[in-house]
């Protein structure tokens, strides 16, 4: 079956703009993690959602980012008013349930110019 | 608070020759998991295996094989006969167990990685 899809998977924009990042899970998987890959801070945890409530937002950097998930698939991380500091790859992971195995996307790589 | 450390930045090693990659974590909790992700140069995070805390049974699979050891908190990861394909970065990972079936994130929190270059 389908993995864990991203798109676009590459998004450059310019400091100051929003983005918008998508993340489809694997069908049937209830739950979704969101991750952010930088040279700096290695492999970190942003957010995770179980159906389309967020129980743990903790890794979320600021208040320029949110995400959310609608009809417990399809989630999108937005990043408002994007600084040099947001560029990296954030990467998608789904599992069946809280706790099982997680399986990541492909990621999408953020450069803010 | 949960930490992993993998010591190893960079290895290189030729071709066939068997290569230990190693993982040291902390945590407070007497329930947790263990993981290892391989990401090749195309970028994608691939599961390996997942151990839980209490199944301290060395797992091999196939030219892979994972020693567990909870008295040294060590999750290392062998790579027999290695070959060019196995070159990638490879990340160690922790979770906490749930308190009860759905509870909790269970993010996982990645050591640094190890970049394993295998030379022809």
């Known amino acids: 079956g389908a993995g864990v899809s991203q798109s676009p998977s590459n998004k450059v924009t310019e400091k100051g703009k929003d983005v918008e990042l998508r993340c489809d899970p694997i069908?049937?998987?209830?739950?979704l993690y969101w991750y952010r890959q930088s040279l700096g801070q290695g492999l970190e945890f942003l957010i995770y959602f179980q159906g389309n409530s967020a129980p743990d937002k903790s890794g979320l950097p600021s208040d320029r980012f949110s995400a959310e998930r609608t009809g417990g698939s399809v989630s999108t991380l937005t990043i408002q008013r994007t600084q040099q500091e947001d560029s990296a790859v954030y990467l998608c992971?789904?599992?069946?349930?809280?706790?099982?195995?997680?399986?990541f996307g492909p990621g999408t790589r953020l450069t803010v110019l | 608070a949960q930490k992993v450390t993998q010591a190893q930045t960079e290895i290189s090693v030729v071709e066939k020759e068997d290569v230990t990659l190693d993982c040291v974590y902390e945590?407070?909790?007497?329930?947790?998991?263990l993981f290892w992700y391989k990401q090749p140069p195309s970028g994608e995070l691939v599961f390996l295996i997942r151990?839980?805390?209490?199944d301290e049974q060395n797992e091999i699979s196939g030219r892979y094989s994972w020693n567990f050891q909870k008295s040294t908190s060590s999750f290392n990861f062998t790579i027999t006969a290695s070959q060019v394909v196995d070159s990638a970065v490879y990340f160690c990972a922790l979770s906490e167990a749930p308190e009860w079936w759905g509870q909790g994130a269970q993010k996982l929190v990645f050591g640094q990685g190890t970049r394993l270059t295998i030379n022809p």
């Open positions: 069908s049937g998987h209830t739950a």
């Open positions: 945590t407070r909790d007497t329930t947790y998991y």
């Open positions: 151990r839980n805390s209490f």
């Open positions: 992971a789904s599992s069946l349930v809280s706790g099982d195995t997680q399986y």
